[in-house]
């Protein structure tokens, strides 16, 4: 009874943030983002799946969302960006409508080696996702990785910005400097 | 299509000096990098230069090493000079003060780095020569005591042995401290070399004087190039930097300070007995109302001053401090333009900023021993 | 039941919080070389706390003014949540949950998360600019301390804490760790804003602290948020690398001494460093300090946290 | 090695370089040499000491404006040169009317920008040239010229801040003086 009470309360909770991250203008759709997640990783722990839960706040509302909210900020799109949520949700509903078709598949389809195996009801949920990543779905890991790593060489990339007067300096340069460099000179008249 | 335009955000910020006064910078920034700076002055102007038109000559006094120029303009003027002692004794203070508002430099430098712990030393040691610029004119901070045609007052009985047991017992160890502690610090190095650096070249051009021009490399220092009171006759020798950044400028002042110590010594050494304050008796005939003693009665009297006009210049701790005097025969100054070197230090700000990060301005501010009291005067 | 221990958890972190405020300012004022107040010091910050009380709110004029009130209330309890996995003795814990270490991970990047949206909410430039700063520092480190705390999880084989804390019973996780151990220290210094690897540099320097714009209650939420952070990382550190409550040695006169005085004498050796390295060092630049991070710290991280997890394998299959 | 050059060989090139055509009028008082030269002569002149190699004026080390009020022309506009090679000084005096603008020197010397724009505020004498001519020290409300000698010490007008109308406004004090 409890339990369902908490999870009717979550999962409300986070449908109406989903919501309202597609009708409200851009720092404030970030905040409730950070809030689906937060709701969506409660939820994973009334399943059971600390894990899960634990990195959905690490890596979603921890590392991703700072990233999604700085780009508003540093941007200043407040207000623009809510006229082109409406030009471009014909492009958001097709993504939508394919996001969601594939979790119908999945759904469907139910793969059997989580079903049946027996190991994996047993032992702590950690060791159950490390044996099936770095077995079954090895290659696709290896890929995800590849990805990201394609996505900060893009961004350091985009940073990089040449032509402007910006001083640099040298670290060992720096400290190698010592206080010798006074000299100590004489202002003498001609005389001596 | 989402179409952002990419600004450079302006930050308008307001700047404490090393002797905590305040100006307004309004800065450019692309991320951490300042593209512009613009320094507003005017928020302590309080018109000294209409203040001294309208007061008689000894009313026209402030803090020391910034009433030496005046009074040796007012001096040459009046074709007087001080006594040896009374000249040496107004070297002495100079020197003192000297070192104080270098200390102030070189700690408010370290706090611009992030540590603030010096300044709690420096503090102790600025409170010490305060105590004997009290002992010596009267008040602490405001030391008043030099006066046309000499000083406030002879010092008294015991000071001297004082100054010097302390400069060589205290002072130096303070100094030997505050080089082990944070010159060669390797953050504080990180801090301050190569930032700001201003070419020798540059900071002729942008108008610097005293020790930030030395920090350039220049050798140039009025006390010796074109010496007033006694300096001539004085041994010491003039720090000269290679870089010009602000490691360069705080090793100057360091080495300064101790110069400074080294002509305090010799002049404990040197300093005739006899107290007098008017040397040219000749003066006194010119003139009868210029006649100067050291009976207080007269000194506070108002004198006239001979017209003409005149530049002298002093080696103020942080530049050239001028005093340009055009009187009309009167007890009043007709006109008193004074030249301090924070307003041309200042002026250069947005030059040496240029390029440099956000978190350095506090650093290059207090190295180049900008004060906005006397930016505005 | 639950709501007496998180009073009593609350009431001991503010005692705790007084002192430690205490002897912050009598360290610093003895570094220093100053006088303050002797024992009815312990008053001034609660004093302190009952005056910024009566202060006059001031709220943005934007319309981020609910979230500017909320913000302080969310950051202050995602950091005392942490207090919650701590175990301080044997079973002396609120919650001692499996993934202890990945909550405690979760809510320091919760924590960075609700900084960003400080600076946000307080609608300033300076906050955005030292929220920036303080969050680009922060995630600088933070990649390499929980791979130091990854390396401790492949050495102990658990993510409760207590187990850690059990697991060290032979030997400290801080020696065979040791650059771990000074990597999370530093993360740890970063954190609690201590100088040299301060987050944002305020005072006289020309921007502020994202907490800028508070006043009131917003600001004792956001200052006793600072000092149970304190309490927080020279604890997470204690658990992780200092053996907990467990006595240095297996000798009979240390074990008559209770562990949970073991579990605060640990705490309050970090707390000094803390506080001493607060005095005693410039500030690193910004840029210089998140260049550190990226450019050695995680490179590094990586590598001992390979070498790690290759010595357990090896040790616990016994070949390669 | 710095000798402190001596004035009157300064002042004896005065006349047998191009200076001659430039400077009007020149005399060496109290170890100083002043060079009298007209408003549109001026640039030209500050180049030339700064260029020259006998006289090597680098540094400008102040402008500053004297107002003498029953003389005509009205103001005296004075530039302090500095030569740290030669270890000499120098003083340039322009003589200037009421709302005459002379030529700036900012082409020459930097650092003349700021002088100008004190000696703008406090006597009202502009500049042409100077890139950013505005008040420097008094606020932008303040519309007299507070170092002329016609200034009076004590106001006639009080500022202070009105909460009705929200902004600073003046008000007459009479009587005071």
Not at chain 2, 48 to 70: F, G, M
Request: contains cysteine.
């Amino acid at each position: 009874m409890n339990e369902a009470l908490v999870f009717y309360v979550l999962a409300t909770f986070s449908i109406i943030s989903a919501v309202m991250v597609v009708f409200s203008c851009a720092v404030n759709s970030v905040l409730f983002l950070i809030m689906v997640f937060i709701s969506v990783s409660g939820l994973f722990l009334l399943l059971g799946a600390e894990f899960l839960a634990m990195m959905l706040l690490i890596i979603y509302a921890g590392a991703f969302a700072v990233l999604l909210l700085m780009l508003p900020l540093m941007l200043n799109i407040k207000e623009t960006y809510q006229h082109t949520a409406v030009k471009c949700s014909a492009f958001g509903v097709t993504v939508g409508l394919l996001l969601f078709s594939c979790l119908a598949f999945v759904l469907k389809v139910k793969p059997q080696r989580l079903e049946n195996d027996v190991s994996l009801a047993v032992a702590n949920n950690v060791k159950a996702l490390g044996e099936v990543l770095y077995t079954d779905y090895a290659y696709l890991f290896q890929l995800c990785g590849m990805v990201l790593f394609v996505a900060i060489v893009g961004v350091i990339m985009l940073m990089i910005r040449n032509g402007m007067e910006i001083k640099e300096h040298k670290i060992a340069g720096q400290i190698i400097r010592s206080a010798d460099e006074i000299e100590l000179k004489q202002l003498t008249d001609g005389e001596k | 299509m989402v179409r952002a335009v990419l600004k450079n955000s302006t930050l308008n910020t307001m700047q404490q000096t090393a002797g905590g006064g305040f100006f307004r910078l309004v800065l450019e920034v692309d991320g951490e990098n300042i593209l512009k700076a613009t320094p507003h002055i005017g928020f302590s102007h309080f018109g000294i230069e209409k203040l001294i038109e309208n007061k008689s000559y000894i009313n026209a006094v402030s803090l020391l090493n910034q009433e030496y120029a005046l009074v040796l303009a007012i001096e040459k003027l009046l074709k007087i000079k001080p006594s040896k002692r009374a000249a040496y004794i107004r070297v002495l203070l100079a020197e003192l003060s000297r070192i104080m508002s270098h200390l102030q430099t070189v700690v408010s430098i370290a706090e611009g780095a992030g540590n603030s712990t010096p300044s709690y030393y420096g503090a102790a040691v600025q409170e010490k020569i305060m105590e004997f610029l009290e002992l010596a004119g009267g008040s602490r901070l405001h030391a008043n005591c030099l006066r046309v045609g000499g000083v406030y007052n002879d010092l008294s009985y015991g000071l001297m042995e004082d100054i010097v047991k302390w400069l060589k017992k205290d002072f130096l160890c303070f100094l030997d401290n505050i080089d082990e502690k944070l010159t060669e610090d390797r953050i504080f190095k990180q801090r301050t070399v190569g930032i700001g650096t201003v070419s020798s070249e540059n900071a002729i051009e942008w108008g610097f004087s005293g020790a930030n021009l030395r920090a350039s490399g220049s050798l140039w220092d009025l006390r010796k190039a074109q010496p007033y009171d006694v300096y001539d006759e004085l041994d010491f020798e003039i720090p000269i930097g290679k870089y010009g950044d602000c490691y360069s400028r705080y090793l100057v002042r360091m080495a300064e300070m101790r110069q400074s110590v080294n002509i305090i010594l010799q002049i404990i050494e040197k300093i005739p007995e006899d107290f007098m304050i008017i040397l040219d008796d000749t003066v006194a005939t010119d003139n009868e109302k210029t006649v100067l003693s050291h009976s207080s009665k007269n000194i506070d009297e108002d004198y006239n001053v001979p017209a003409g006009q005149c530049y002298e210049s002093t080696e103020a701790p942080s530049g050239e401090f001028g005093a340009y005097l055009v009187s009309d025969g009167s007890n009043r100054a007709y006109r008193c333009k004074i030249r301090t070197p924070s307003f041309a230090h200042l002026q250069a700000v947005p030059h040496v900023l240029k390029g440099n990060k956000i978190e350095d301005i506090n650093t290059i501010i207090s190295s180049l021993g900008i004060e906005a009291g006397e930016v505005d005067r | 039941m639950i709501i007496s221990e998180i009073i009593i958890l609350l009431s001991a972190l503010f005692a705790a919080s007084v002192l430690l405020i205490y002897v912050e300012r009598k360290l610093i004022a003895a570094v220093r070389l100053k006088k303050i107040a002797r024992v009815y010091g312990l008053m001034q910050p609660i004093a302190d706390a009952f005056k910024l009380f009566f202060n006059e709110t001031i709220l943005p004029r934007g319309k981020t003014q609910v979230a500017f009130m909320l913000l302080p209330v969310l950051f202050f309890t995602s950091i005392v949540a942490c207090w919650a996995v701590i175990p301080v003795d044997e079973g002396v814990v609120l919650a001692d949950i499996n993934a202890g270490a990945l909550f405690l991970v979760a809510m320091f990047f919760l924590s960075i998360c609700l900084i960003v949206v400080i600076g946000w909410a307080s609608d300033s430039k300076y906050a955005m600019f030292g929220a920036l700063h303080s969050v680009a520092m922060m995630v600088a480190y933070e990649l390499s301390a929980m791979l130091a705390i990854v390396c401790v999880l492949i050495s102990s084989g658990s993510m409760r804490l207590s187990d850690i804390v059990n697991a060290q019973a032979e030997m400290w996780y801080c020696l065979p760790h040791f650059p771990m151990f000074v990597v999370f220290f530093i993360y740890a210094l970063v954190r609690t804003n201590c100088p040299p690897f301060r987050m944002s540099e305020s005072g006289n320097i020309s921007d502020g602290e994202y907490s800028i714009e508070y006043t009131s209650v917003g600001y004792i939420f956001i200052a006793f948020a600072r000092y149970v952070n304190m309490l927080l990382m020279s604890a997470v550190i204690t658990v992780f690398f200092l053996g907990g409550w467990l006595p240095p040695f297996e000798v009979e006169l240390f074990l008559l001494i209770p562990s949970v005085i073991w579990f605060g004498l640990k705490m309050s050796l970090c707390l000094l460093i803390f506080i001493f390295t607060k005095t005693a060092f410039p500030i690193y630049r910004y840029d210089n300090l998140v260049q550190f991070g990226w450019k050695m710290f995680l490179p590094f991280s990586l590598v001992w946290v390979i070498a790690a997890a290759g010595y357990t394998l090896v040790s616990a299959t016994g070949k390669f | 090695m710095i000798d402190k050059g001596n004035i009157n060989e300064l002042a004896e090139l005065v006349p047998i370089t191009s200076l001659r055509n430039l400077v009007s009028d020149f005399k060496v008082t109290k170890g100083e040499l002043f060079l009298n030269v007209k408003a549109d002569s001026l640039v030209k002149t500050i180049t030339f000491l700064k260029d020259d190699v006998n006289f090597q004026f680098e540094q400008l080390i102040d402008i500053c404006g004297v107002d003498y009020l029953n003389r005509e022309p009205r103001f005296d506009v004075v530039y302090h040169l500095l030569s740290i090679s030669l270890n000499q000084r120098i003083c340039v005096v322009v003589q200037v009317a009421d709302k005459t603008p002379i030529p700036s020197a900012v082409s020459v010397y930097e650092t003349a920008e700021w002088y100008e724009r004190e000696v703008w505020d406090m006597y009202g004498i502009s500049f042409f040239g100077n890139p950013d001519m505005c008040k420097i020290l008094t606020e932008s409300s303040f519309n007299d010229y507070p170092l002329r000698k016609d200034y009076p010490l004590n106001g006639s007008v009080k500022w202070s801040y009105d909460e009705k109308e929200q902004r600073l406004t003046a008000k007459s004090v009479d009587g005071i003086i």
